[in-house]
């Protein structure tokens, strides 16, 4: 298999500049170093405590067999003629399963 398929089906929010993943790190490192560390000169102390490159605000797992009960439970919800507002978006925009099921490899597999 090549490169560019993940091998986990995780979707990372990866917004890396985001405020409140920065602003969380940020106050990780404060609040667990001294003074004195920081005051040393060591500019790379920071990476003891937090990852930098692991900052994500989000993280889901979804799996194929999530997304194949998500398009099931909308199916139940669009014959009883039910309303949701969390899956209204999805009922009108995939209206086969095949679509449902590219949309997710794409978001989950792909990369």
Request: charged share 30%; net charge positive; with cysteine.
């Given at each position: 298999?090549?490169r560019?398929?993940r091998k986990n ?20 490192f404060?609040?667990s ?24 605000d ?35 925009k ?10 997710w ?7």
């Amino acid at each position: 298999m090549s490169r560019s398929y993940r091998k986990n089906p995780i979707i990372k929010d990866n917004k890396r500049g985001s405020k409140t993943a920065k602003a969380h790190a940020n106050r990780c490192f404060r609040r667990s170093t001294s003074k004195l560390e920081v005051h040393a000169g060591k500019s790379a102390v920071h990476r003891r405590y937090t990852e930098s490159w692991n900052i994500h605000d989000y993280v889901s797992r979804w799996t194929r067999s999530k997304a194949e009960k998500e398009w099931e439970y909308m199916q139940f919800l669009k014959k009883n003629n039910i309303t949701s507002y969390k899956y209204s978006y999805f009922m009108n925009k995939f209206k086969t399963k095949d679509s449902f099921m590219y949309y997710w490899a794409k978001c989950a597999i792909r990369k």
